[in-house]
C-alpha cells in the first residue's frame, strides 16, 4: 500500500509544535490567536453568581413566551402554496460565468440554487459559485438605490438628469462609451445596439477581467473565426492541457466537469489526461500524467510537439530549439489518437495559441473535439480594446463613461491609469448592482438588480439560449441595467416585454412545436432553456476545412528562463473567488481551497525544494517587491515558479469581503496587447514576519490508513477489485460484538466514485446552503471549528516535488456500528429504522463525546452561537452579518437552525428524504428512481455522488454497491458506513 | 459558624431561584383560569345581558355627589344641542360624571342599561361579541358627540336596535360619556389580574420551610426539632410538587386562548355555518402548514355577508377595511411548535387521514378558538403508538411488503404508526 501524506509536514512527522511569535506589524494577525477572555481563577462565589445569573435568564426567557402573530396574505398568490417551496428555472450570468439554474423558493424568497438537468450545456451540474449565488442576494452592502455623488436619490430625477446630460453630450459630438464585460444575452444585446443608435457617436467597449482574447485573435488567424470554439472533452480520447485549468475555472467548468468525468468510469472508454504546469491546480490533480513547467517554457513545449506532429503528418522537417522538459510520447500519442485528442493552453499569449491551433488542425481536431458551429459566446472581448479606451480617456476624448459590472479600478493591470482617465471623463455612470472599486469612483450610481431579481436571456454557446426570470421582486430600490439602458434610450418598454417580443421574433421560427408565441415562451420559460440546434451538434456538426494560414513557426520567440536565478510567478483564479466578484460572499470566502485547504486568504505557492533553498516555512511572510504575501509550501509547485491568487484584496465590496488576502492585479502585464497572467521576480526578501492561515489541512488526518484506494486502468480492467483486496478480507474477518440489525424497508445510502470526483467543492457548498450551516471567519477555522457538514479530503501520493493528489468527499458515514451513538449519555444520536444515523439537537447537551469517537470527525459543535438561534447573549459570534434579518432570509426552513452548544453533522439530507417518501404517499406510488437527491448529490458536475436505497435492487445505487470497486472507509473498524466509495482509477498508460 | 453561615447563603439562592419561577406560576394559572370561564360564560355573553357590572370602588362617593351634579344638570338643559356638542374642555367633575354614566352609576329613570355591561373596559379571557370601549372610544375620537348620539339613540343594526332601545339620554350625557371615553385612546385598556392563590400558597410554605430550616440551624425557637422536621417535610413536599407541575408545562400553553384582532367565531363559521375547515385552511392538505386564510377568501362570502347576527356589523367591517386598505389581519397564533420540531399537515391529513378534531379538538363549538392539547413529544408519541396506518398506499405496499404481506394473510391485525418508523427521532426533529 501506497503512503499517503496529507501535507508536508505529516509526511515527516514534525511533532514539536511551531511557536508563533507575536509581531506588532498590522499585516500579523496579532491578538487573533490570543485568547482574548484571560484566564482569572474563578472563586466558588462567581461560581454561584454565574449559576443564579445563568438560570435566571434562561428561566426568564422561557417564561415570556412571545406572542406569535400569524399574518396571511391579503390575496394569495395563486401559484404559492405557503409552506411548499417552488422552483422557478433561470439562468445564472455573473460576467463570463454562466449555468441554467433551477431556483427553489419558498414562501417567495429564493433559497436554494439547483443546476437544470434540461441544459445542453451544464447538464444539472453547478459549481461552488453558482450555489453560493444565492446568498449574495441578500448582501446588505449592495446598492439600495440610485446615487448621485454618494447621496441616495429618485429613479426620476435621475433619469431625467442623466437623460439630458447624454442628449447634451449627442448634440456636442462628444463620445459615450459602454463598458461591459462580454455580453451573451442576446436581448440584452440588442437593447445596448438601440441605446448605441440613439446616441449617435457612442461605443460599445467590451471588456473581461480574465481574459481569453489570445485565443479569439488566434482563431481570427488561423480559421477566420473571432471566437472561441466549444471544446468536446467528452470526445477526447486523449487531452493534453499546458496550464488549462478546465476542471476549476478556464472559460465554461462545469461544462467541462460535466464531459471530463463522463469519460472516467472505467467499465467504459476511459479517458487519458496530461498537465503541463506550474501550480497544481484542480485539473492537474486529476490528472494521469502531470508534467511540471514553467510559463517560459511552455512555447519551448509545444514548438517540439509541432516538429513530431508536423513530421508526421506533412512529412516536413523543422527546427526548433529543444525543449527542457521530458515530453517524450507525447506526440505520438496524440497522433495515435488523430482526431480524438485535444490540446489546449491556458496561456494569453497569441503565438501560443496560434502553435495550439496549428498542432489540432494537423490532428484533425477540427469538427471532432474543437467545434466552431457551436462556438461559446460567453468570451469575447479583446484586451487591446481596453488598452485604447483607457488612451482615449487620458486624453480627455471620452465625454460619458457608462459602467456595467466590470471593475478596471481593481482587474485592470495599470488600474491606476484607469483611474486616472476616469478622472478626465465628464459624465461617469455606473450601472452595477453592488459595490467596487471602479464605482466607488464614479458620479451616478444606476444599480442593476441582483440576477435572480431580473429578466434576462442568455446564449452561452451559438444556439444554445435559455431565459431568466426573477424569483423575488426587487429587494432594494435597484432596476435592471437593460430597463436603465431601454428608459434612457426613450423606450416605454419593460425589458420583459422586450425580451418577450425578441424571442418571439428572433426564436420563435426556429422551432415547430408552439405556433402560438405565449405558448412558446411560456413553455420555454418553464423549462428554462432553448436549444434549437442542440441535435446537429450532437452529431459532431459539420468538418469545416480550415485552409493552410501563413503559420511560420520560427517567428516565435522562445525564452527559456531555466538554470536562470529567475523565480516566474503565475497568477490564477481560484474555485471560490475567480476574479473576486463574489468577495463579499462568506461562503465563498469560507470554502477552502480544493488543493491548498487554505479559506480566507491569498498566498504565494511554492515548491518544497525551493522553500528549502531560500530556508522558508510556511506562513512566512515575503516581500515581492509590490506586495508582501505569506508563503505556503505547495507539493507539486514546479521549482522555479510560484503561484499567487488574483481576486483577493478587495478594498471595496463590502465588510465580508474588503481586505481579506492580498490585491496583486498589478503584477499582470501586457503581451502585443494581451494581458499575461505571469509575471517574475528576480529577488524576493524574507520579511521575518509570521501570518497563520486559516487552513483545515491536517485537521482531519487519518494518519496514513489505506482510505483512498486507487489503481491503474490495466489492472482494473484484469481484476475488478484491483487495488480493493482489502474490501473483501475485512467482509470475511470483521466480526461485531453488537447484534446485526436488520433495514427490510429503506436502508438509504451513498456511494461516491472516487474516480470521477474532481474535488471542485461544488457539494460543500450546495450541503451549506441547504442545511443553513453557519459561516464561522477566519479566526475560528484557524481553530479546528470550521462547521462544513461535507469536507472534500486531499491527499498527496509519491514524490514530494512531484505527487499525485487523489480527493475525498468525506461526510457522515452513517455507520450501522456507529460508535458516536454508543457514547452519547442522552441519546442525542441514534440510529433510524432506515438506516440513518439520527441527531437530535434539541436533545443534545454538548458533551462531544461523539465527536471524540467519531473515527471519520465529521461531527461539529457550536463552540459559539453562529446563527444567532441561541437564547443566551454574550455569545454571538457572526463575522460575516450572517445573522442579520436580510441574510437570514436565504435559510431552509425545513432544517433546524442550531443554537450554541449542540453537535451537528450530516442528515442524509433528511429533510429530502421525508419531503419524497411524503409526495409519494401522496399520490399512492413507490419511489421514482432518482427521486431523492441530497444536496450533494444532485448538482455535483462530475455525477460522482449517486443517494438511493440500497434495500432497491433496480436503482443505479445496487449496481454500484455490488461492484468490485465497492469498499468503506476505515472498513476495518467495522462500522458499517451507509457511505461506499469505488476505487479510483487512473488511466496510466504513459 | 462558618459552617452555618454557608447553609445560610445556599438558602437565600433557592429563594432567589423561587422568584425567577414565580412568574411561570402565575402564567400558568391564567391559562387555567381562561377555560374555566370559558365554559362558564359562553352562555352568560348572550347579548342583552343586564346583571350588575362590578361595582367601581367610587360607589361610596357617589351617592353624595350626585345631587351637586344634577343642579349643573338642570343649568345647561337650557342650551341648544347645536352648542353642546361643541363642548372640548370639560372639568374634572364633568369627567367623573362621564365616567358613571358609563359605568350606571348615575340614576337615571327609564333605567336604561348602562354602557360597561356591553362594552369592555378590561381585556377579558372571555368573546364578547360587542366592541370594548378602547374600539369605540377610537372610533369616534376625531368625530362629533353627534354622531355618538346617532348610534347611542337611533341605531340601524338591528342589533343594536334591540339593545339600545328606550335610551334616554340628553345630549350633554352623550358629551360626557364621549369625552371621559375619550381617555381609553391613551391609557388603553387593562388586562384583568386573575389572583394567584397558588403563588401566595407557595410564598408562605417557603417562607415556612425557611424559618424552619434556619430554626432548625440556629435552635431557638422551637426545643423540640421534631415540629421543625415535619415543617419542613410538609412544605418541601408542596414546594417540590408545585415546581415540577409548572416545570413540565414550562413553554406549553394547552388552553391558550389569546384575544384575537378581530371577533372570529369558528362555531359560527365552521359549526353554524358549517364551512368546511378546508374552505379556509386550504393548503391543510397539500402543505405543512394549514395556513390562515388570505383576506381574499374571507372575502369570498363576505362581499356580501355585512351584518352578523351576533355581532352587528363592526366586526365585519375590520375584515372589509382590512381587505380595502390592502392590509393582512394580524392574527395572534394559537398553535406554535418549537422550530426544532418538523410537522407537516399534509402528512397527517392527506397520507395519514387524521381529521382535523383529532388535535384540535371540537373547534365547530369554539367562539374563541383555544389551544387543545399541550403540544408535548408524550402527546405525540401516544398517538404515533397507537394510531393505525392506511396500508392499502401502494406506498406501503412497495416498501413494506412484508407487514402487507402478514396484514393480507392475518398475522397481525394492524400496524401502527410505531411499526413503520413512527418513533424515529428523525422523523420529526431535523
Redesign the interface.
Known sequence: MKKYWKDIESKYRKEELKVIEQTSDENSLSGLLSDQRKDIPASRRDFLKLCGFSFAVSALASCQSKIGKAIPYVIAPNELIPGEALYYASSYINGNDYCSIIVKTRDGRPIKIEGNPESGITRGGTSARVQASVLDLYDGSRFHGPMKEGILTGWESIDKEISSKLHKIVEEKGTIVLLTPTIFSPSTEAVITGFLNKFKGSEWVRYDAISYSAIIEANKISFGKQVIPDYRFDKADLIVSIGADFLGTWLSPIEYTKQFSSRRDPEHDMNWLIQMESNLSLTGSNSDNRIQIKPSQETAILLNIYKDIIKAVEKRNIETPASSVDISGISEKLLLSAGKSLVISGSNIKQVQLLVNEINRLLGNIGHTILFDSFLKTHAALDSDMEMLIGTMKKGAVNALLVWNVNPVYTWYKKDAFAEGLKKVGLSISLSGSPDETNSLVQYICPDNHYLESWNDAEPKKEYFSLMQPAISQIFDTRQMADTLLKWSGSTIQSYDFIKAYWVDNLMSRQSEFSDPVTFFDHTLQKGTFEPAATTVERGGKIRSVGTISFDPHSIKTVDNDGKNIVEIVLYETIALGEGRQANNPWLQELPDPVTKICWDNYVSISPAQAKEYNLNDNDVLNLGEVELPVHIQPGQAYGTMGIALGYGRSKCGKVGDNVGIDVWRMLSSDKGNIVYTSKVEYIIKTGRIYPFAQTQTHHSMEGRAFVRETGLKEFKNNPSAGNEEHAYNLEHNKSLYKERKYPHHHWGMAIDLSKCTGCANCVIACQAENNVPVVGKEEVHRVHEMHWMRIDRYYTGEEDNPEVVFQPVLCQHCQNAPCENVCPVAATNHSSEGLNQMIYNRCFGTRYCNNNCPYKVRRFNWFNYSAAGTLSGNLRDIAGMTGDLKRMVLNPDVTVRAQGVIEKCSFCVQRIQAAKLKAKYENRALLENEIQTACSQSCPANAIVFGDMNDRKSEMSRLINSGRRYNLLEELFTMPSVNYLTKIKNKIL | MYFQARKIKYIL?LI??SF??A??LS?SHQVKDTIKIQKKDTAKVQVNDTTKVPVNDTTKVQKKDTANLQVKDTLKHQLPDSIIYKQTTFSAEELIRGERLFFGLVYLENKSVNCVSCHNTNISDTLNWNPDALEISRKYLNKSAFDLSKILLKPLGKKMKEVHKGFQLTSEDIVLIKAYMNKFVDIGIKHNKPVITNLLLLIIAFVLFLLSTIDLIIRRIFKNRQINWVIITVTGIFITWVLAVNAIA??R?KGYS?AQPIKFSHAVHAGQNKTDCNYCHY?AK????A???????CMNCHLLVRNGTRSGATEIAKVVG??EA????????IY?L?????F?H??HV??GGINCEACHGKVKEMDRLYQVPDLSMGWCVDCHKTRKVNFS????K???S?LYDSLKAGKIDSVRVIG??GR????C??
Open positions: 439562592t432567589f431561584l425567577i419561577i412568574p411561570a402564567n414550562f413553554g400553553a389569546p393548503t397539500i402543505s405543512k402548514t395556513g390562515i386564510p388570505p383576506g381574499s377568501i382590512a381587505y390592502n392590509k393582512p389581519v394580524e392574527w395572534i397564533r406554535k418549537p422550530d426544532f420540531v418538523f407537516s399534509e402528512q392527506s397520507a398506499n401502494e406506498y406501503y412497495t416498501y413494506y412484508d413503520i418508523g424515529d427521532c428523525g422523523k426533529h431535523y
